[in-house]
């Protein structure tokens, strides 16, 4: 095994440590103060091509991070090597105590692409932090994916009682009452469960307000990313959310 496939091998195990695939991912990193520990690219001018397009914000940071692999090489450092040709290690950043804004909890998120797109969602609402309970890392590259890097723009962790308490906790649920965004307080911690089983008795026994989506007759429940967007934006557009931009 070479030294940079050894590298990205332990990096999965490492909870210090983010892997970032692709230049969406990278992009996002770097615009929201990721640091960088290696970057591996089979074309690193290609690289900076598409940064010019897309990020022109970040021109010259692609090209002066990345070192060249050939292509057969990075295949062997992820399980899926991205379509742009890039991967890299990160730093997680130190958790920080979320700032205004609704704090989004997922009781044990089973699908791990889910929770990169939740956390994607999040970020565009300019929400105040993504915590999840159960076994599965937030962090995990296929989260990672998901979110297209968007970790790095607002705290993420495993649910925290410091990040919780003096907080309103509201249960998404479909017996709940109905939502009213206007309703939602901007320091709320807004629960969501498994599409299958909903959230757990516990957690809804100790919720200050049940509160459901209005859904057509028939659909049983939503895509957990869908639910959350659904919510965060009702909040985010009404007369007490943030406003129509960041």
Known sequence: MSDLAQRFQQARGDE??????????????LRFGA????????DPHALERLAAELAPDLAGRFRALAQRVDAAALERLVPRAPRTQVVAIARRPPFRTPGTGPVVLLEDPRDLGNVGAVVRVAAAADAAAVLTTGMH????????????????????????????TGRPLLALDPDGDPLDPAQLPSNAVLAFGTERHGLSQQLLAHADARLRLPMRTGVSSLNLATAVAAVLFAWRLSPGGAGPSV
């Open 137 to 164: 890392d937030p962090w995990d590259p296929a989260a990672l994916r998901g979110a297209a890097g968007l970790h790095f723009a607002l705290p993420v962790a495993r649910a925290q009682d410091a990040a919780l």
């Open 16 to 29: 210090r440590l983010a892997i970032l695939e692709g230049f969406h991912a990278l992009k996002h990193a």
């Open 35 to 42: 640091e960088i520990e290696l970057v591996a690219a089979a």
